[in-house]
Structure formats: structure tokens, C-alpha cells
């Protein structure tokens, strides 16, 4: 199991940005896939989750402006990111597992596979 992520940059406040997490190696609609976001000097945190017949969960900080996808025939998941805030600026990372359970997942050590993370900046 591979993932890939790509797609930060810098951007001014309002703007938007769209984050790809490429995978390989496992069937995307058989795992949990999330993403995480991690600012410097804080705990990494769950921005959205969805997978195994679950709708898809967002942050409180985010609902409105962030929306998931995917196109299964690229094993690729997006993040479209809107009306972007400074507070936004993190490292974000996608994640994936197949055996968490659902009440579970904003525990970030609960899942298995990491992408290597993308820097989005923010600025105001």
C-alpha cells in the first residue's frame, strides 16, 4: 500500500487549493480514507473521513468550504479546499485503513498507511 499526496501550495486568504492523494496496491472502496492536517506546534488533526458505506465526516472548522472526492479509475482521492483561512496553513496528510472502526477514526495513530504530506500555506 502506497499513497501519494500532492497539491499544496501557498495561497491567499479566500483562495482555494485542491489536494490529490494518489494510492496504489489496495481497492480504495475497501478502506477508510482520511485526511489529516497538522500546523506547527499542534497535534495532527482529522479534516475528513469517509469510507465502507460511511458519508463522509468533516471537521466543524471546515464543513462548508472543504469537500472529498475520488475517481476510482486513478485510485485518486481529492480535497477541494474553498474560501481558504490563514488558519488553514498546515501539512495536510492523507490516510488509510481497512479494519478501523468507524468510532475511531479521528485517532490518528489508528490508521495504517500515511502519504508523505503536502504543505498548504495560507496567507491573510
Known amino acids: 500500500v502506497q499513497l501519494q499526496a500532492s497539491g499544496g501550495g501557498l495561497v491567499q486568504a479566500g483562495g482555494s487549493l485542491r489536494l490529490s492523494c494518489a494510492a496504489s496496491?489496495?481497492?480504495?472502496?475497501?478502506?477508510?480514507m482520511a485526511w489529516f492536517r497538522q500546523a506547527p506546534g499542534k497535534q495532527r488533526e482529522l479534516v475528513a473521513v469517509?469510507?465502507?458505506?460511511?458519508?463522509?465526516k468533516y471537521a466543524d472548522s471546515v464543513k462548508g468550504r472543504f469537500t472529498t472526492s475520488r475517481d476510482d479509475a486513478k485510485s485518486t482521492v481529492y480535497l477541494q479546499m474553498n474560501s481558504l483561512k490563514p488558519e488553514d496553513t498546515a501539512v495536510y496528510y492523507c490516510?488509510?485503513?481497512?479494519?478501523?472502526?468507524?468510532?475511531?477514526?479521528?485517532?490518528?495513530?489508528?490508521?495504517?498507511?500515511w502519504g508523505q504530506g503536502t504543505q498548504v500555506t495560507v496567507s491573510s
Open positions: 496496491g489496495f481497492t480504495l472502496s475497501r478502506y477508510i
Open positions: 469517509w469510507g465502507r458505506g460511511h458519508s463522509t
Open positions: 490516510a488509510a485503513d481497512r479494519s478501523l472502526i468507524w468510532g475511531r477514526v479521528q485517532i490518528s495513530s489508528e490508521y495504517d498507511w
